[in-house]
């Protein structure tokens, strides 16, 4: 048990969870969690923990006023925030976790104070746990790839007090450093937090050793730990600077202010490589895909509309309050609470005696509660035929129209995604996002040829605008092609049954309740597709040969009317 | 209701969330290495806060709030009214509705307001003191950070995460440099006159164009790709975190020094010249770029001015202009998205070919 990665995570985090940030522990909720999460609350750690929902609000995070206690005393009464106090935060379903909290939980995270422990549920691609808060943790341990011994032992408190007395004192020599920094470069690790989380993960490793110097066998645990899941460039960050090996002979140590390591024998392989290779090794390259995968598509997602509800009580245009009491997520509007109460303070005054000496008498009857109202955001759902047979030609204009509309969308806050099909299947080439730099990115390799997969496309398009509607945004879905379908749901190229199946989710589309649209690029207009839209209950229009600009022009106007 | 008296000052501060109050001294900002462009900004700013603002877009872990904090540390302090919730420099200038005990003047640091991305509109503009409301049945008018980052900075960390409605707020409230609070049967206004800082990573979405322009320059940053800028950064980093005590007393002299050019660009400030020449050279360069309105060149011009001011030259020169275009117009363009090499290169292309 004691040199496996989950024990070395469990060891760091007890020792200083705030100077590594904290602990990403990815796998799903069961038993194998629950022993953990269980473990986690026994540690010996120097703060307490504390725990936070994904759908926690303001209020509940910084301090504010405690409305009902405040009336009832007749003086203010405060309650504390979650993060005023210094604590390790646990945060359960963290793959849930809106971008705004995890701004918050990252902003507390960077005054030194918090550590995080993230317990991401994440199951399908393009989950998990939003980049900021990735960046920033720095222990990573994924319980679909251990096997919890049983039982799980913790490790010693004297053996965590012995480290905890030891870190202070413990030294990184400047070779080391360099060390880190080129095998990040090597890994192609964009961020200046994994190198500066790899050496304090180090550094703890070190002192639970007992050793007063950072070693390579520390740094190659640290490795594991910390580099492991980094170690593929988000697929935003292309292109990708070839690997820089460290091809020179082994480095002379720079002058420093520390002393440095003896360096290596020269049949040694270099530190930086013995580095690499155990960040390599820590996990297997599925993983790191999935991992990629799904950074990329939380980064395409970005500052979504983050599910704005219709009606709510946080933000937005306001409507006449009504009478409640306000809770977590509601605020009190004051004004009609005092209006409520302003009739009957005298007769209030004379029924309460003991009351009279207070300036305002009010009852939790009086209380009033906001109400705001704000318009969801929409979402533009492009699905592009990049087929052999006609459409071909129009993937330069399909992208530059997707272009032009997303650099108009800001003024209307539109987001826009893009699916392409081709061959046997669709793809969602751009998840929804307003990130023109990331649009782009992906826009830049798009590849054509082959059949039609139409049915694909419509059920793409069917989930990817269900998924949006979930997120409280509404979506309206464009379709692109000239309409020859010859590939059926399961990849088979089966005429009759695509059309078959095409129909079928047309008409789900209809049923969804979601706006449409169906251009047609054919030489010929096919009036198999207008009868398509029709069950779509879609705009159709022919357009045979349209530019970029016309493409959005067109697009735009029917998207206003 | 129009007169109203303002809370004291310090009577809800322990209502103030984690994020105003850091507990160790920030990273020094001289220690900062490399992202020259963004330091620049950030220090013409403080020779001249009417340049309005920086916004500093970029990767991930790259040193930007660092820096922003860093500056707050580096500043001169400010000399205001005692106890005044605006900050006025001198008595005659608190509002109305503030009733001061004493018109003693004091200096504190210049005031770096983190606008935490959770802000009510009632943290923001201000809003009725509930507290006395209740207690004493007041209506008395309680500041919000607005008011407190008048003759400083507001620091807007993730800036394009924040909530459509506080964008708007913020865009009437910088345009017009005054607060002007009507709600909640109140009638208040105050000078609200900052140097707004956004930072933030363009992959989490854009910024609308509107609040884009209202920042006076905007710096790209992005992560060292050379080993030792790399390991210079983790080392420094390194060194801040396990010994902040040392490593600020090492760094020590070099803010100092730094906040003394500070100061002497701001006194140079009113006397550099502007030559007809170098008008030109702005309106030619705004008018081959293309950029709307004409906050483009005002801008350009005085970031060049404070420039000139910071190395102690008595005229502008185009070597200024040519410094700061990049950082004063790159975010004023129009969006071309079919243009491959960003903002950035266009703007340098077109100062080689304007300005030879």
Redesign the interface.
Known sequence: MEDTPLWSALCVLAVDPVSVGGLWLRGRAGPVRQRLTEALAALPLPLPLQKLSPNIGDDALYASLDTASSLRAGRPVLRQGLLDKASVLVLPMAERCQPGLSARIAQAMDHHRHALIALDEAADDGEGLTPCLADRLGLFVDLDQIRLPDPLLLPPVTQIEAARQLLPSVKVAHQTVTDVVKACAELAIISARAPILTLAVSRCLAALAGRQVVELADLQRAAALTLAHRGIAPAESQPTPPPETPQDPPQDPSPGDQPADPPPGPSDPLPAEVIVEAARAALPQDLLERLAQSRAQRAARGASGSGAARIGNHRGRPIPSRKGRPQSGNRLDLIATLRAAAPWQAIRRQANPQRAAQALLVDPGDLHIRRTKTLSDRVLIFAVDTSGSAAFSRLAEAKGAVELLLARAYSRRDHVALLTFRGHQAELVLPPTRSLVLTKNRLRSMPGGGATPLAGALKLAYVTALRAKARGMTPTIAILTDGRGNIALDGQPDRTLAEQQSVQLARAIRAAGTAALVIDVAQRPQPRLAELSLCMGAQYIALPRASAGRLAQVLEASLES | MTAATAAPHSSRS??????ER???QPFPFSAIVGQDDMKLALILTAIDPGIGGVLVFG?????K?TAVRALAALLPPIEAVEGCPVNSARPEHCPDWVTLPATTLISKPTPMVDL?????EDRVVGA?D??R?????EKAFEPGLLARANRGYLYI??V??L???IVDLLLDVAQSGENVVER??LSIRHPARFVLVGSG?????????QLLDRFGLSVEVT?P?D?DT??A???R???Y??DPDAFLAEWHPQDAALRDSILSGRAALAGVKTPNTILHDCAALCIALGSDGLRGELTLLRAARALAASEGAPEILRAHLRQVAGMALGHRLR?D??D?AGAGARVARTVAETLP
């Open positions: 322990h209502l103030r969330p984690l994020a850091p507990r160790r990767d991930r872990g790259t040193g709030s935490p991305l959770g802000a009510s009725l509930i507290e409301a209740i207690g004493r049945g960390d993730e394009n995460l909530e459509d409605h909640d049967g990573n363009p992959e989490e979405g854009d910024l609308r164009p992560s790709r080993i790399r390991v950064v983790i080392q980093r390194d060194a975190d396990t969006r998205p079919l491959e």
